[in-house]
């Protein structure tokens, strides 16, 4: 009874799993996408933990109970900072999957139950669980900023990485030939730690989000060996879904970068290029809010351009409310949303669906490149790496070849950022210089806040 019960669960888990990543194809239904998600991984616990060799262990209601205790407060970190603590969400997963994987070699090297199927699957739960744990911790670390956020390298860095895993692939194949030899199962286990450290060393800060992608890809195939140990089914379907979707995603940011997989991971992006940062300070043609105001209230078509500094200044509200203003005058307003603008993938809609900003005003990075030749003011909003024109001229630059938004080409640009500092990628932006620019300098949520009452008549002197 309990066994088809829990065929049962296993079944109905890994539909739900599968439509929940259905449902967040679309913010539409993005939400219950969530809920279902939520309800598989429920039904998944509750499914293993009914079963008659696990139920009596009472003490695993404590393991739950931490997980929550844990998990809870995780949750409550801002939006800005969710990229990180995804990254402690996949450090978690694969410190599960390094330690279940030691413990069953443990319980089954004196029952001599070590199979080569069991052995091998187990030496690359250890090896892809302990890479992901250290390596995700040092993702985390480098976005937190506790870690050093630049690329760390040094001369023959690529070929010491890839021959640890080397060694450590090597070990894992003589342990499956003699899996008593327990030293070589230490010695994979204390490599796939330190590979997962260094794996991440020579990755800048900016390509973070990316790497974190594909550490949840290296969590779910984890999972997937960790459920052939196990024998658990709903493992190997979660952590295939789970696998397959992280790759898929980092493949999308990576095309949305313009970057190759192997620049991302060997490519040292985001380290200080010489003379980059010292670039000769341009003339920039700065007005107030008023000014910005002025300019806006003529225009009959307006796109908006929202970044990282939007998020940071909490702004989509009063660009909601100038939205309004602007609409309520029969201009046309629309929302020109980059792949990763932001600190991760959809952060700009979140933002602007949760200030109600209509979805069919958000457009498309290559639909709205379209128009802005033919649009009168665009608007950027702390958005600084995805509006930067060297992307698309500038060689030397390390975002050349990124897509941008082509906000210089429209009629004429207000930039809304609080300084003239560098964005994510630490470059100079000429986009703030050019004739048509004016820069409206304070915090977004501030000058927003001061355009509309100007709009609304209420700052006219
Ligand atoms: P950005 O290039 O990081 O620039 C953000 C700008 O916002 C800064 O120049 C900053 O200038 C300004 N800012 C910060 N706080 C502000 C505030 N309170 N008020 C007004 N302005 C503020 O951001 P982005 O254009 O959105 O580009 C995103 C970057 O992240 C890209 O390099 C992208 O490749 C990278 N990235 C994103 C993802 C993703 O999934 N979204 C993934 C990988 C990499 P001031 O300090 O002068 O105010």
Same mark, same amino acid.
């Given at each position: ?26 913010? #539409? @239904? ?88 069991? @052995? ?13 744990? @250290? ?31 080397? /060694? ?40 973070? %989000? ?71 300070? #341009? ?22 351009? %929202? ?16 939205? !309004? ?6 201009? !046309? ?33 290559? !639909? /709205?490149?379209? !128009? ?22 500038? #060689? ?6 990124? %897509? ?17 500092? %560098? ?13 048509? @620019? ?14 509309? #009452? ?8």
């Amino acid at each position: 009874m309990t066994h088809a019960l829990g065929q049962l669960s296993a079944i109905v888990a890994t539909a739900l799993f599968i439509f929940a990543l259905y449902w967040m194809n679309d913010p #539409k @239904t993005a939400r219950r996408g969530v809920f279902a998600g939520v309800a598989a991984m429920a039904i998944a616990i509750l499914a293993t933990w009914i079963q008659p060799e696990i139920i009596h262990h009472g003490w695993i209601v404590l393991a739950i109970v931490a997980g929550f205790a844990v998990g809870i407060p995780l949750s409550r970190v801002p939006l800005t900072a969710v990229p990180q603590r995804t990254a402690l969400s996949h450090a978690f997963g694969g410190l599960a999957a390094a330690l279940v994987g030691t413990a069953k070699y443990a319980l089954w090297l004196p029952e001599g139950e070590l199979t080569a199927f069991r @052995t091998g699957a187990i030496a690359i739960e250890v090896i892809l669980g302990g890479l992901t744990f @250290t390596g995700s911790l040092m993702a985390a670390g480098k976005l937190q900023e506790v870690v050093p956020t630049r690329p760390i390298t040094y001369r023959g860095q690529n070929v010491i990485n890839l021959s640890l895993l080397g /060694i450590a692939i090597v070990s894992a194949l003589y342990l499956i030939v003699h899996p008593e030899r327990w030293w070589l199962f230490g010695i994979i286990l204390v490599l796939s730690l330190v590979f997962g450290v260094l794996l991440i060393l020579p990755i800048g800060g900016a390509d973070m %989000p990316t790497v974190i992608s594909l550490l949840n890809s290296y969590a779910g195939l984890s999972a997937v060996a960790m459920g052939f140990v196990l024998e658990n089914k709903v493992l190997i379907t979660a952590g295939a879904l789970d696998g397959s979707s992280g790759f898929i995603l980092s493949v999308i940011m990576c095309r949305a970068m313009n970057r190759s997989f192997t620049n991302v991971l060997f490519g040292a992006f985001g380290q200080v290029q010489a003379g980059a940062a010292a670039g000769e300070a #341009k003339a920039v043609k700065s007005g107030t809010a008023r000014d910005a105001a002025d300019l806006l209230e003529n225009a009959s078509s307006v796109v908006v351009v %929202p970044g990282y500094g939007m998020a940071v200044a909490q702004a989509q509200h009063r660009v909601r409310e100038i939205y !309004d203003q602007l609409t309520k005058r029969g201009t !046309d307003v629309k929302f020109a949303i980059h792949p990763v603008a932001g600190r991760m993938p959809g952060h700009m809609n979140v933002l602007l669906a949760e200030a109600e900003v209509p979805y069919d005003a958000l457009v498309e990075m290559d !639909d /709205i490149n379209r !128009d802005l030749p033919q649009t009168d003011v665009v608007v950027v909003v702390g958005a600084n790496d995805v509006v930067n024109p060297a992307a698309r001229h500038d #060689k030397s630059s390390p975002i050349y070849g990124m %897509p941008i938004i082509d906000a210089d080409r429209a009629k004429a640009c207000i930039a809304i950022k609080r300084s003239m500092n %560098p964005g994510f990628a630490g470059i100079d932006n000429e986009l703030y210089s050019a004739d048509n @620019t004016l820069m409206v300098f304070g915090d977004a949520k501030g000058v927003l806040g001061d355009i509309v #009452k100007s709009l609304a008549g209420e700052g006219h002197s």
